[in-house]
């Protein structure tokens, strides 16, 4: 893992909204990835940068300092043009910018105990929502505008969400979705469904966003974790699995609409490269997958179910899963589940982050 010193070191990491491209944050610049191919798009060495925030494949990116440099404060925000190399429009805020969530309708800037909201088209500032204490700047956006909600802690020391409509400019609902305050939050692509998880990160809960009601809860384990990503694969309706990655260096995957198993057991299925593969009660875990305590953040791509049982081995689901390490790597695996219920993970690519270089391919 880069020491706290280096350059190269990951400050942040973010999938643009259509999981076409990734964005890294580092101590000297921020890079562009397209995920496709692993082809460095651009890279701007400029000091260091906390967010990283795409609109879609296009050219502009929302930048924030991380206060290393007096020209990169953490409580301004530059909207920038890639093409161009230029700030199209600066905003400074009174206090640090902790994240920022942006689509084709709206941008939204949060701070610690607010939050704005602007139209992405003119700039216009549309509203200022006062939140409690958010120190992590934890929230979800969905990009979809049938859908347009943000999700961000309604509590302190409780694990509710609240859910709020940026069109509308209204809350929508709350959740009390766990006893211990929230650790991490998701959108299915569609808007419909919410994950959440605590800061015990034991219990991993779904919800339907339109009348805030449960529709799964997964247990993760039984002893604490930090839960550092959640992701749902894609879908137009309810997706077939849900992604967590944990402190403990494994990721998980999570049935939702497909069936991973026919019966409950804790059996092994042998090593996969570095990691194994277990079976538990209710869903399918990776470990290994990156080394213990290194931050994460990892999407479901893509997924293909298949409905051929010619061969003597057919395969059921097969999921592309995308990973971006803070140690500095990007990997991407085939996560296959056979029609006996078993599961395989397969390493299909990994490059270090450090050394990409701009229009050279990774892959």
């Known amino acids: 893992?880069?020491?706290?010193?280096?350059?190269h070191r990951i400050l942040c990491a973010s999938f643009n909204q259509d999981n076409s491209c990734f964005a890294v944050g580092t101590g000297d610049g921020f890079k562009i990835f397209d995920l496709n191919t692993g082809q460095m798009l651009h890279?701007?060495?400029a000091g260091a940068f906390s967010i990283v925030e795409m609109l879609f494949k296009s050219s502009l990116v929302c930048i924030v300092g991380a206060g290393e440099q007096p020209s990169l404060s953490?409580?301004?925000?530059?909207?920038f043009d890639t093409k161009k190399g230029t700030a199209l429009r600066e905003m400074n805020f009174l206090t640090s910018i902790l994240a920022v969530r942006v689509n084709k309708q709206r941008l939204i800037i949060v701070l610690q105990e607010k939050i704005y909201i602007y139209d992405t088209n003119n700039g216009e500032i549309l509203h200022i929502l006062n939140t409690v204490p958010n120190v992590k700047g934890l929230c979800a956006f969905s990009a979809n505008m049938d859908n347009p909600y943000l999700a961000l802690p309604a509590s302190?020391?409780?694990?509710?969400?609240?859910?709020?409509?940026?069109?509308d400019l209204q809350s929508h609902c709350e959740i009390d979705a766990h006893r211990s305050p929230l650790a991490a939050l998701a959108f299915s692509p569609n808007g419909m469904y919410i994950a959440t998880a605590s800061e015990q990160g034991t219990i991993v809960r779904v919800y339907l966003v339109s009348d805030a009601t449960e529709s799964h809860s997964f247990r993760r384990g039984t002893c604490a974790s930090t839960i550092y990503s959640l992701s749902f694969g894609p879908s137009v309706d309810l997706p077939d699995i849900l992604l967590a990655t944990s402190s403990s260096g494994s990721v998980h995957i999570f049935s939702l609409g497909f069936?991973?198993?026919?019966?409950?057991?804790?059996?092994?299925?042998g090593s996969i490269m570095s990691g194994?593969?277990?079976?538990?009660?209710?869903?399918?875990?990776y470990h290994n997958a990156f080394a213990a305590g290194v931050r994460s953040d990892?999407?479901?791509?893509?997924?293909?179910?298949?409905?051929?049982?010619?061969?003597?081995?057919?395969?059921?689901?097969?999921?592309?899963?995308?990973m971006i390490t803070f140690n500095g790597y990007f990997q991407e695996y085939c996560f296959s589940i056979n029609h006996k219920h078993e599961p395989?993970?397969?390493l299909e690519r990994q490059f270090n982050l450090s050394t990409a270089v701009v229009g050279q391919s990774s892959s």
């Open 344 to 346: 395989t993970w397969t």
């Open 259 to 269: 069936v991973l198993k026919e019966r409950k057991s804790k059996s092994f299925f």
């Open 1 to 7: 893992m880069a020491g706290q010193s280096s350059p």
């Open 43 to 45: 890279e701007q060495v």
């Open 276 to 285: 194994s593969v277990s079976d538990t009660s209710d869903h399918l875990v």
């Open 74 to 79: 953490p409580r301004r925000l530059s909207l």
């Open 298 to 322: 990892a999407i479901v791509q893509k997924i293909e179910r298949i409905s051929d049982t010619s061969s003597s081995n057919p395969v059921a689901l097969r999921a592309t899963v995308s």
């Open 156 to 167: 302190t020391t409780a694990g509710s969400v609240l859910v709020y409509n940026v069109m």
